[in-house]
């Protein structure tokens, strides 16, 4: 019989330990990983609403500027006299802001907005320096889930009404 020749391998106590530190390294790695989806969904928030906004500000800024007037019945509803084009109307519902272009011949058209859920919207008109200014102004609502800040601070989108039509109207001199 040979004396001194060992099987090749690893002990119990080995194999434990290793187990043991493999564990706790996966579940850091998964708590990391959860943070990091929850930051991704945040950031993902923050982006549509800002992309809505700019849509919307542009949008609200070529009809203010085409516009002869502006009517604002509440703090939800804003239209644009566009003469012999028709008119634009936003309506701000649950959620949603509807802009409906309306022609001179009763075709309507309608772009529906959606919202982020704790966004609020509201309607303004104002005058400063014998010039008229709409607009919208957004209040970021709730904070999202798992970042502790809410999507955006306080916006305002305004445009000034009928410039492009005055200045077609001012003469060259």
Known sequence: MKRGSRRGGYSLIEMVTFLSLAGILFGLAGVLLHQVFLLSRADAGRVAASTLIERLGAELRADAHAARGVNRADDARLAFDLGASGRVEYAIEPGKIVR??????????????????????????????????????????????????SIFRRVVVEAEVGRESRLLEEPKS
């Open 100 to 149: 409906s272009r309306i022609a001179t011949d009763g075709k309507t058209h309608r772009d529906v907005h959606v919202l982020m859920r704790p966004v609020k919207a509201e309607t303004f008109v104002s005058e400063s320096n014998g010039k008229r200014f709409a607009g919208f102004a957004f209040d970021p609502g709730a904070p999202l889930p798992g970042s502790g800040a």
